[in-house]
């Protein structure tokens, strides 16, 4: 039987199933412009610079030209800020607010400004529409997605659009933050709602590079504990380079694959008979490269669905669970220390005589759902011919077919206490099966040749 694009979809989305069951938390996503480009016709980082060029007449020659003399973006936009300030102070004066032309701003001020205008209208459309019912599928599918948290290198506000109950962090404001919470948008470049935050110039990044191991340190706690996905970034990008470097000089994995990080790139030409590459080594300096998980993709909606299914966050209200771990955080790190706190025990003690009643006064949902699913059933079928010794799938798949030889009990029938189908999708042929330890157990003994006992509600249908 020939590869296909089905196949394919099935066995990332097993994949994808598999680590989020072994992390037990949401994903993080790594955002950057082709983001913004697919949902509200953003920019690039070139095309930003094409259109600055096209606003400054100080600017007299096309970007072409910079580009042939080997100037990089970064240097680009050294080259234009300087041409933005020379025509501010003279012609274009009444483009900027006057307290601009004074010695407390910085120069590039005048070029900021003018991207935060540019950029004003990247943002969510109309109730929420996209432009396109497959674009408002996709979105749907990433916000009922409830990441942990999102990185993004992009200046503008779409983000927020789409994750109202968000919490902005920009550029540096995340090194005083004591502590790393849930929910949170970091915008580690800046945000055209702080014009001067924004890191484009070669001054701008030389700052942002000498910071940029504290950020790295802060924000490599949360890679090294959840599953990351970068969405929106070509796999060279110098972006996605500087971090992936990071992550190697961390856990020194240069040759192993990285099982917890995905990139996820736009593909047309993907057809049903297409079965694309499911990992990617990037190089990301030097002699250093780096092995992580790839998925291509014409619509992201079922690669975001997949990210889904954990669906611990479902119903939780973000802003509130984010108050109260700010709040947790300073009561044991300030307010323990300085004063006594009156607690209500009889309050306590009526919530703990249920698990629910006290995951509710944490904010947060009992395990239930897509998410006991993964703790219950954490194996796919490839993971359960692995504990079984072998190398492939077909393994395992051959004993269940020996154990319904055996047994009349075919596991994959139903939902039982060795099996689950979940539903990954919308389409009725969109599922993954995932299997539990009582069936790695089971399998076991039919491999062994010994006495085979079903669990209840599994009976043999032999006489």
Known sequence: MSLNYSQYQEEVTADILNVLGQAACQPILFVGSGFSKRYSQGPSWEELLRRLAGTCPNITLDLAYYKQKNKSLVEIGSIFSDCFREWAWTSGREFYPKEYFSEDFPSDVFIKHSIALMLESVVAGANGDFGAAELNDEISALQAMSPHALITTNYDQLLESIFPDFERVVGQQVLSKPYLSIGEIFKIHGCISDPLSLVLTE???????????????????????????????????????????????????????????????????????????????????????????????????????????????????????????????????????????EVDFSMLENAVE??????????ITSLNGPASVNANYPYTLQLVAEKLGYGSWNGAHKLIERLEEITGFDMKESDNPYHFKLKTGKSLNSFTRKYSESAVILLGKVRAGETIKLAAGCESKKS
């Open 203 to 341: 001054e701008d990044y030389l700052d942002f590079d000498a910071d940029k191991k504290y950020l790295s340190a802060k924000l490599l706690t949360y890679f090294a504990e959840h599953p990351l996905l970068f969405v929106g970034y070509s796999a060279e990008d110098p972006n996605i380079k500087s971090i992936l470097y990071d992550v190697t000089r961390m856990f020194k994995a240069t040759q192993a694959l990285t099982p917890n990080i995905y990139i996820l790139e736009w593909d047309a030409s993907i057809s049903e008979q297409s079965y694309p590459a499911r990992e990617r080594v990037i190089n990301v300096g030097g002699d250093v490269s780096v092995r992580i998980k790839s998925i291509s993709a014409k619509s992201f909606e079922w690669v975001f669905r997949a990210f889904g299914s954990n669906g611990a966050l479902e119903q939780i209200n973000v802003k509130l669970l984010r108050a109260l771990m700010a709040r947790t955080f300073n009561l044991v790190r300030r307010d323990a220390l300085a004063k006594q706190v």
């Open 354 to 363: 249920s698990d629910e009643s006290f995951a509710k006064i944490l904010g």
